[in-house]
């Protein structure tokens, strides 16, 4: 695991953590506006935290594409020093029939690279696709999330106020009365 991808998974812990953290003290405190911040926190470090391992999943099959790659450059090089050898031991007309035989199994071997090339890209390509779709929808998800979080917090913040100011006319009223009946 890369220092980045440790640091990754370390800040997604932490952001887990915080996220439970306030989920249960909204909980405990009766206040849900941070109950359900803390539930889109924990939402985002699952977001993050599976983005990033289906991007170690994706680096892994194109570090083994490469070196599927590199195997099947080594056997074409061996076909290749095979049919130098061979040619070298015959005589002219022999030495054509090598020449195009190693031309052959050359072309074939670079087909089978290109056609496996071709499937691991495109299989890769769909991945990284799919993965990037899944990212986008989870983060509008956690979007939504948060705005429906703000309203509701602001929604609250309203309603105290409103409460704060009826309180202070309660107040108002009650030492106005007192200063009529004294």
């Not at 997604?12 to 941070?34: Q, R």
């Not at 359900?36 to 924990?42: D, K, N, P, S, Y």
């Not at 009650?174 to 004294?182: I, V, Y």
Request: glycine letters at 2%; hydrophobic letters at 40%.
């Amino acid at each position: 695991m890369s220092d980045n991808q440790a640091d990754q998974a370390r800040h997604g812990l932490v952001a887990n953590l915080a996220g439970k953290a306030k989920e249960v003290a909204g909980a405990v405190l009766g206040n849900d506006s941070l109950a359900a911040e803390g539930q889109l926190q924990q939402a985002e470090a699952a977001a993050v935290k599976d983005a990033s391992a289906k991007d170690a999943v994706a680096q892994a099959e194109a570090k083994q594409a490469a070196e599927q790659l590199q195997r099947e450059q080594q056997a074409a090089s061996l076909q290749r020093e095979a049919a130098a050898t061979a040619s070298a031991a015959r005589s002219e007309n022999v030495l054509e029939q090598a020449d195009r035989q190693a031309l052959q199994a050359e072309v074939s071997a670079e087909q089978q690279r290109a056609v496996e090339q071709a499937r691991i890209d495109a299989e890769t390509s769909v991945e990284l696709q799919e993965n990037a779709s899944r990212t986008r929808r989870e983060l509008s998800e956690a979007d939504r999330l948060e705005q429906e979080a703000a309203q509701r917090a602001a929604q609250e913040r309203q309603s105290a106020e409103a409460a704060e100011q009826a309180a202070a006319r309660a107040r108002a009223d009650a030492e106005r009365l007192a200063k009529q009946t004294s």
